[in-house]
């Protein structure tokens, strides 16, 4: 409804009374009244004085304060003019849980009913996050052990995760050729890709020789511009990496190392049948998963990825791209990754297997690369945390003939500009800046420039002062909370390596006694200041060290831990209610 105001103003000259005049607001340029206004409509009324007056009507939708002179009358609805909530600050939760750690008949997690049950419990917890890992293959030939940070390709997806059962459904395997489950709480990478990758080929050669709805699928897929310009390069590079025995590609032969026109074209002659087989195994994959991520968008759950920011030296991201990073005449990096000193390792972290980036000429090329990178992940993830946001700002750089990483230096990294770049082509996304360890002032001012929330880590709380920014009270609202990551031990675990005194410091702090420490760490969390906390599913449950996802600095035993086989989802009503009851309170519902 409109509320009808009276204005009486001088013209401004004797011949514009029938003119509506130009009248500004106090300390503003914008005019109050004018032809081109749409906070008022009004009506001109001229009296036998030289006086005009207005009758006004403001637009509810859109009038303010401002507009009403001071000690004047506000409209009577005044008092129902509450701020309006912005969607994009509702407060969540989340659970992190790599789809490889479900259960599942044959020994991994996968795409399949598991995975759709888990929505369902995620969502009768109140939860609106799911949080995953990397999903790109892990490497296998540099004793990787099922890491997810080490993947052969940066855009590839996991074939180890495509289900089995589904395929069945799709009519690409027959129920007889499943293979006997696994009962097995860790992940066993060699084994299960000896019993699944012979199957998954299986299908994907019916699906070649097939016709139909899934065939035509197949090749839209194959055509899409955004994904050909990724997978016919991964192709290739798998194709010729079965071929050979060499460790990395630069020992293969000159001419496909070098990427030879005339070799690239025998090896597609004489690996077609293998090309074809790979990129039908990647459709598969794609369609799984986007299965998984429709189902959870109609539960009203978002799908929050990760990506890590450097990319492996054996992989086709490196090989095609060679431009892009800082590699010799050869092809050999020049220097390599890591991190400092820092809490997980008094010498620091060398990440060998990953060279860095030629930024300089990455800019030139207005960061196409990243571009592309950055538009798969938008095609898998409904957002997604950058791993190591900081080396966007400053990043560490080891020699590559190093065996530590603490003689490398630190250099400055590509800011701003690379983001800008991003936004320009791809629009905005919604980042979340992995920004822990050595944190300088420039990281903090990146990732405030692009409005990406940064992290929080509960477990890292309890050490130092009172100014140690992972305790709730200096927590910000623009910000992701976690009790702990992929790369923290569990509560329990945590807790039980504390010291006396420690454990004292947490209690005081959490005003608890020594009850269920990891649900009063996950209330800690939920109750913080920051719009979304998130929690592992080893905390959900009360697991020990024996299920911690990662321990840094170490190569083996890690990335395998699963839900134990004793547990379902539909056991775990008890958990999903007191954790919807707890999400009521603190209003992230």
């Not at 299908?203 to 899934?214: K, V, W, Y």
Request: with cysteine.
């Amino acid at each position: 409804m409109a509320i009808l105001g009276w204005f009486s103003v001088l013209p401004s000259s004797p011949n514009s009374s029938n003119q509506l005049p130009y009248l500004k607001l106090r300390n503003s340029s914008a005019p109050l009244l004018s032809s081109n206004n749409n906070l008022f409509s009004c009506t001109i009324f001229n009296s036998r004085s030289n006086r005009t007056v207005f009758a006004c009507r403001f637009k509810l939708d859109t009038v303010a304060p401002e507009f009403v002179g001071v000690g004047e009358n506000l409209p009577a609805n005044y008092g129902e003019w509450f701020p309006k909530a912005d969607p994009n600050d509702q407060r969540r939760a989340g659970i992190l849980l790599h789809p490889t750690s479900l259960p599942g008949p044959y020994g991994i997690g996968d795409l399949g009913e598991e995975a759709f049950r888990f929505l369902d419990w995620l969502h009768e917890s109140g939860c609106s996050v799911w949080q995953v890992l990397p999903l790109v293959p892990p490497g296998r030939k540099a004793n990787e052990d099922g890491s997810p940070y080490s993947g052969q390709d940066a855009n590839c997806g996991n074939t180890l995760i495509i289900s089995l059962d589904e395929l069945v459904k799709d009519g690409l395997l027959m129920k007889e050729e499943l293979p006997k489950t696994i009962d097995a709480d860790r992940v066993d990478f060699s084994v299960v890709a000896g019993i699944k990758d012979p199957l998954i080929a299986k299908a994907a050669e019916r699906l070649i020789s097939s016709e139909g709805e899934l065939k035509s699928q197949l090749q839209d897929f194959r055509q899409d511009p955004n994904i050909s310009g990724w997978l016919e390069d991964a192709a290739y590079f798998a194709a010729i990496d079965s071929s050979l025995s060499a460790l990395t590609w630069y020992d293969w032969p000159e001419p496909l190392k070098n990427r030879h026109l005339a070799a690239l074209e025998e090896i597609y002659q004489s690996k077609k049948e293998f090309i074809n087989i790979f990129i039908a195994q990647q459709f598969l994959f794609q369609r799984q998963w986007q299965k998984v991520r429709n189902y959870a968008r109609n539960k009203g759950i978002c799908i929050m990825g990760d990506m890590p920011i450097y990319v492996g030296y054996h992989s086709a991201d490196v090989w095609a791209n060679r431009k892009q990073f800082l590699l010799n005449r050869n092809g050999f990096p020049l220097l390599v990754s890591g991190v400092p000193p820092d809490a997980f390792s008094d010498t620091g972290q060398l990440w060998g297997r990953f060279p860095l980036y030629d930024w300089k000429a990455m800019e030139k090329d207005s960061f196409s690369w990243w571009v592309r990178r950055l538009r798969r992940a938008q095609n898998l993830y409904d957002e997604f945390r950058i791993d190591h946001f900081r080396g966007f700002a400053g990043y560490w750089a080891v020699p590559s003939e190093a065996k530590i990483a603490m003689v490398g230096s630190w250099k400055a990294g590509p800011g701003k500009s690379l983001f800008d770049s991003i936004f320009r082509a791809v629009g905005k996304i919604d980042i979340i800046a992995e920004d822990l360890g050595v944190i300088t002032e420039d990281v903090v001012q990146l990732r405030k420039s692009i409005g990406a929330p940064g992290m929080a880590v509960l477990q890292f709380g309890f050490g130092g002062n009172a100014d140690n920014p992972h305790l709730p009270h200096n927590h910000e609202r623009n910000q992701v909370v976690y009790t702990g990551t992929h790369d923290n031990d569990t509560v329990r675990g945590w807790w039980e390596g504390l010291k006396q005194d420690e454990k004292a410091h947490v209690l005081k702090y959490l005003s608890i006694n020594e009850e269920d420490i990891s649900w009063a760490l996950i209330k800690c969390a939920v109750s913080s200041v920051s719009r979304t906390a998130i929690v592992p599913m080893q905390d959900i449950l009360g697991l020990g060290s024996s299920a911690r996802m990662n321990i840094p600095a170490t190569q083996f035993g890690n990335w395998s831990w699963r839900i134990p086989c004793s547990m379902s989802f539909d056991n775990l009503e008890t958990e999903a209610k007191k954790m919807k009851d707890m999400l009521s309170v603190y209003g992230r519902l």
